[in-house]
């Protein structure tokens, strides 16, 4: 509050010492900016480049607590969580081209995952998922599916027809346009063990292990499929359900980045997980289950 004093001449010179006055002259920008909760400044770094000059940044204070921070370099869109209280964050998007703030917004991190993507926004939990706008934050689309694996080169989700297929709910996986919430294709993938592992061959095709390994284009969902024994079930009376959600996330978000989710409903009798890591040679994929131990190449035959 001194220096923004200062900067607005309501204190007069002779308050400044020498070393504060040079401070204010080398740092211009500093208290610049006042969009609501976020104060942006410039700072330069102790480190010299080929050039000769000093590695500059920029500073960003926010007046609450920040819980995690999201920048696109390429839009140069820089998504904070704040805390709001037990219950909440306030999810800011800010824009460091224009140093404004786009738009807020109130979440209950309690109860969905907050996806960051380049264009998107998706906040999901078991029964819902809502993509917003990053830019602007409009709602795109919502629905009623559960979120459970998020592609953005290719601008595909996955979800499961819980709500739509009742006989059926942990099989018939849908893939989904991030652009529209359309479906796109679907295929059975069962999940009653959960899924393990995602490994990205390439930009657009993953091998999925869950009850099994599963070679997927994201374009079109076709590959093969080696089923496998991968949880085991012990029956037992008056055991209570448990939800179990997993989160894994690939912080490199780039020509094969992706984000999972993994929900599914087990009981404490219900064991999940007894298979290996996925093991990838040059030629060869390495895979245990419950029962065996299996190197299968990229077309999926057993060798």
Not at 186 to 201: A, H, L, Q, V
Not at 269 to 280: K, R, T
């Amino acid at each position: 509050m001194f220096l923004i004093k200062v900067r607005n001449g309501l204190l007069k010179p002779q308050f400044l010492n020498g070393f504060i006055y040079i401070f204010m002259l080398l740092a211009e920008n500093i208290f610049a900016q006042h969009l609501d909760t976020i104060q942006y400044s410039h700072f330069s770094t102790d480190i010299r480049l080929s050039n000769n000059e000093f590695l500059k940044g920029i500073s960003l204070n926010c007046k609450k607590n920040v819980l995690h921070a999201s920048y696109d370099s390429i839009s140069e869109l820089l998504t904070i969580q704040t805390n709001y209280n037990e219950k909440n964050i306030e999810l800011i998007v800010y824009d460091l081209k224009t140093k404004k703030l786009l738009w807020k917004k109130v979440v209950n991190f309690k109860k969905n995952e907050i996806v960051i993507l380049n264009k998107y926004i998706l906040l999901s939990n078991k029964d819902k998922t809502i993509c917003y706008n990053k830019l602007d934050g409009s709602e795109i689309w919502h629905s009623r599916r559960e979120l459970m694996y998020v592609n953005q080169k290719n601008e595909v989700a996955f979800s499961y027809y819980t709500h739509f297929d009742k006989s059926n709910p942990d099989k018939l996986i849908e893939a989904i346009s991030l652009s529209d919430g359309k479906k796109i294709w679907t295929r059975n993938i069962d999940r009653y063990y959960g899924w393990n592992e995602i490994k990205n061959i390439n930009d657009s095709t993953i091998l999925l292990s869950a009850s099994g390994l599963h070679f997927i284009n994201l374009k079109n969902g076709k590959g093969w499929d080696y089923d496998a024994l991968t949880g085991e079930t012990i029956p037992h009376t008056n055991s209570p359900l448990i939800n179990a959600a997993v989160f894994a996330s690939n912080m490199a978000f780039g020509l094969m980045g992706g984000y999972t989710v993994f929900y599914f409903t087990h009981t404490e009798d219900l064991y999940w997980d007894l298979c290996s890591n996925i093991v990838i040679s040059e030629k060869q994929i390495y895979y245990a289950s419950k029962q065996t131990i299996t190197s299968i190449d990229f077309n999926g035959n057993v060798i």
